[in-house]
């Protein structure tokens, strides 16, 4: 049954906050096409008591052409704003962020606005951005929310630890369990896709915040994939925990902007980045690891200019993929099998540039050191795929995803 989720009009000055940024093309944010929230001086939430919400009938399953045949694409919620991310929930039902600064909670035919989300800087690239829903919440009712917080005059990528009340749709016991060090002034690169590992210890990635070489760099948080407790204390057997030059949290460094991460059936872990232009990347995570960025990069700066070295160095990775001319990815999902064998272990990223969902098979004869070890083999695309925000496999093995263009969460089925 499709849910409609409906806002009023807001308040249009909030769009001016995005004057004046520019990006490079791949990661170009283009404002939310629909009404915005309000938000008052204090740059709180004024909109959930202007929130009305209403049903629709469901829509007719329109179909995709894929090599699995003609699969279903149904419309699951439509008319968020900029939704980055969603989770599901164990007894069905999910969540879902919009940039602006909202948690929905979709369930029992319902979009609710939850209460108690932390204000967020909803400006750039930043805002209120993935969700994560913990393996245990049926016990443990915890959810994860990463977002850009306001730090002196800037602003920083923060992931927050809440227990989610169902029945009265609030966020309760909200703390901050890590906020990047430094935060910077400009609007761009959080990273902030998170993943809870099979080890129980949650993952998740920062950008380079536009500051290229601090990626490099292992006494700032930017251009790393991060791993943590669930509590947020360090777990000790981090890969730098032992070095005084070196933030603890970190699990690998030299990336970009990975938007992109997830664990695969058999407990790998992959990002997929933001590069230069003709430079988006796939990775497969190991700890302690150096990606490479702005040392080491395939494609160029966005003025055109050569990047650092060139394609490779001993010591730093390649990437099982990249991209040429880039695709801008947001997220990553490595698939089951559960409702197409054919496609187990394969590695689906969104594309938010070309409007497709890109499905990667390994290499025939595995790549080796010096190739790629993925392959992309197939484009799943329909009027349904424009400007995807996230792609998550659901319980029951269909994929679904939000789509940026059309405001909306899709279920792709048989
Ligand atoms: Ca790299």
Request: include cysteine; hydrophobic fraction near 35%.
């Amino acid at each position: 049954m499709l849910i409609s989720y409906t806002q009023v009009q807001g308040d249009r000055t909030s769009e001016d906050r995005d004057n004046g940024c520019s990006y490079p093309a791949a990661d170009y944010e283009p404002k939310g096409r629909r009404a915005r929230p309000v938000h008052n001086s204090a740059g709180l939430l004024a909109s959930a008591v202007f929130l009305t919400y209403a049903w629709q009938s469901a829509l007719v399953a329109q179909t995709m052409a894929t090599s699995q045949g003609d699969l279903q694409v149904a419309p699951v919620v439509t008319g968020l704003d900029v939704p980055w991310g969603f989770d599901f929930l164990p007894g069905g039902g999910i969540v879902v962020t919009e940039r602006e600064g909202d948690l929905l909670l979709v369930q029992n035919g319902q979009a609710r606005s939850v209460r108690g989300v932390p204000d967020v800087v909803a400006a750039g690239q930043g805002g209120l951005l993935d969700v994560l829903v913990a393996e245990d919440f049926a016990s443990s009712n915890l959810v994860y929310l990463s977002y850009a917080k306001k730090v002196g005059q800037g602003s920083a990528t923060a992931i927050a630890r809440a227990q989610l009340d169902l029945a009265n749709a609030r966020l309760v016991n909200l703390d901050d369990i890590f906020v990047a060090a430094p935060a910077s002034t400009t609007g761009r690169h959080y990273g902030s896709r998170m993943a809870e590992g099979p080890d129980g210890y949650i993952y998740f990635t920062i950008g380079d915040r536009g500051d290229r070489p601090s990626a490099q760099s292992l006494a700032s948080h930017n251009g790393s994939v991060l791993r943590i407790h669930p509590d947020g204390r360090v777990p000790n057997d981090n890969p730098f925990v032992s070095r005084q030059d070196a933030l603890p949290e970190i699990w690998s460094f030299g990336h970009r902007n990975p938007q992109g991460l997830g664990f695969s059936p058999d407990g790998q872990l992959w990002a997929v980045e933001h590069g230069a232009r003709g430079g988006d990347e796939v990775n497969h995570i190991r700890p302690g690891a150096n990606y490479g960025w702005p040392i080491i990069a395939y494609g160029r700066h966005y003025s055109g200019l050569k990047i650092g070295e060139g394609t490779e160095r001993d010591g730093m990775e390649q990437p099982a993929y990249y991209w040429d001319p880039s695709m801008a990815p947001s997220n990553l999902m490595v698939y089951s099998g559960k409702m197409w064998p054919e496609w187990e272990g394969d590695v689906f990223v969104g594309s938010l540039k070309f409007n497709y969902i890109a499905r990667l098979s390994e290499t025939a004869g595995g790549g080796g050191a010096s190739g790629q070890s993925l392959t992309e083999v197939e484009q799943l695309k329909s009027v349904e795929t424009g400007r995807i925000r996230d792609v998550r496999e659901a319980p029951d093995g269909s994929i679904w995803f939000a789509s940026q263009g059309d405001g909306a969460i899709y279920r792709l089925s048989r």
